[in-house]
T-cell receptor, first 114, second 112 residues
Framework: ETGVTQTPRHLVMGMTNKKSLKCEQH?????MYWYKQSAKKPLELMFV???????ENNSVPSRFSPECPNSSHLFLHLHTLQPEDSALYLC?????????????FGDGTRLSIL | GEDVEQSLFLSVREGDSSVINCTYT??????LYWYKQEPGAGLQLLTY?????DMKQDQRLTVLLNKKDKHLSLRIADTQTGDSAIYFC????????????FGKGTKLSVIP
């Protein structure tokens, strides 16, 4: 298996639920990213991990909690979400954070909050 | 903050060339990227160009960069129905920066 894989592809949850999104990359990269893609808005960078250390949190609400146990895996834990959090959540990876190497994206998780 | 602008829609006939345009404001951009997003999928890296280049060609794709005007274009020759997608322009600034700034995307519709 190659590339960046995200699971689940679709998720519907109520505002009181707790769920997690998973991302796995098989590219030997050391940097991983979470983005939010909402309709009619540019992609928003949420979190960056470089060599398993979180290096960026772009003012993301605490109801989103990232976890990076190793350079190949990235999670986004969700709890008490709001309807405006419905979006496509994309994971990406690149060789390392402090370089201009291109980012490679997964297919995303389509999240719907009821 | 820095800004990347693209027109939102483009329609072309199958077999014609498509030209998708992008402008950016960051004069220290080092790399500029084109990504393609098909329905229900993530972003696929198509090509990228370093800021000291003015043209890059890769099969049916030609990227032109006018650094003076901060204008980037993607030309797709012999456009096919499979090219229908949203195309995102993105730029990365300066050495050691990791943040990509994306445009809102151009939706390309190919008419058979």
């Amino acid at each position: 298996e190659t590339g960046v894989t995200q699971t689940p592809r679709h998720l519907v949850m109520g505002m009181t639920n707790k769920k997690s999104l998973k991302c796995e990359q098989h590219l030997g990269h050391n940097a991983m990213y979470w983005y939010k893609q909402s309709a009619k808005k540019p992609l928003e960078l949420m979190f960056v991990y470089n060599f398993k250390e979180q290096t960026e949190n772009n003012s993301v609400p605490s109801r989103f909690s990232p976890e990076c146990p190793n350079s190949s895996h990235l999670f986004l834990h969700l709890h008490t979400l709001q309807p405006e959090d419905s979006a496509l959540y994309l994971c990406a990876s690149s060789g390392r954070q402090d370089s201009n190497q291109p980012q490679h994206f997964g297919d995303g998780t389509r999240l719907s909050i009821l | 903050g820095e800004d990347v602008e693209q027109s939102l829609f483009l329609s072309v006939r199958e077999g014609d060339s498509s030209v998708i345009n992008c402008t950016y404001t960051d004069s220290s951009s080092t790399y500029l990227y084109w990504y393609k997003q098909e329905p229900g999928a993530g972003l696929q890296l198509l090509t990228y160009i370093f800021s000291n280049m003015d043209m890059k060609q890769d099969q049916r794709l030609t990227v032109l960069l006018n650094k003076k005007d901060k204008h980037l274009s993607l030309r797709i020759a012999d456009t096919q129905t499979g090219d229908s997608a949203i195309y995102f322009c993105a730029e990365i600034s300066g050495a050691g920066s990791y943040q990509l700034t994306f445009g809102k995307g151009t939706k390309l519709s190919v008419i058979p």
